[in-house]
């Protein structure tokens, strides 16, 4: 049984119960980023996996545009370290604006 149908039957359910397999796919793709970030440095980062993480998280930012194209950009630099650290750059400025919210 899928997470989705799982909530389905929670009772009393309300916003709240609505709003919790949202919030796990959310954090779900933060996890997949941080892993992605960790990861720079010894394997290609540039994944359809991490551009579907990262297009969940900044989709309702007011700001979202700009930290995925930051993002994007940083995922093809050329040396792993610099890449590494602007992911990591990128990814801190994510995390502010996304706040509570994950």
Same mark, same amino acid.
């Given at each position: 049984? /899928?997470?989705?149908?799982?909530?389905?039957?929670? #009772?009393? *359910?309300? /916003?709240?119960?609505?709003?919790? #397999?949202?919030?796990? #796919?959310?954090?779900?793709?933060?996890?997949?980023?941080?892993?992605?970030? #960790?990861?720079?440095?010894?394997? /290609? =980062? +540039?994944?359809? /996996?991490?551009? +579907?993480?990262? *297009? &969940?998280?900044?989709?309702? &930012? =007011?700001?979202?545009?700009?930290?995925?194209?930051?993002?994007?950009?940083?995922?093809?630099?050329?040396?792993? !370290?610099?890449?590494?650290?602007?992911? +990591?750059?990128?990814? *801190?400025?994510?995390?502010?604006?996304? !706040?509570?919210?994950?």
């Amino acid at each position: 049984m /899928d997470r989705i149908s799982q909530l389905s039957n929670v #009772a009393f *359910g309300g /916003d709240w119960s609505e709003e919790i #397999a949202p919030r796990e #796919a959310r954090q779900a793709a933060l996890r997949h980023l941080r892993q992605t970030v #960790a990861l720079s440095e010894e394997e /290609d =980062p +540039a994944t359809g /996996d991490t551009r +579907a993480a990262l *297009g &969940l998280l900044t989709a309702a &930012l =007011p700001k979202g545009a700009l930290l995925r194209e930051a993002f994007e950009r940083a995922l093809v630099i050329p040396h792993p !370290g610099l890449r590494r650290a602007e992911l +990591a750059r990128v990814l *801190g400025n994510l995390e502010s604006a996304l !706040g509570a919210e994950v």
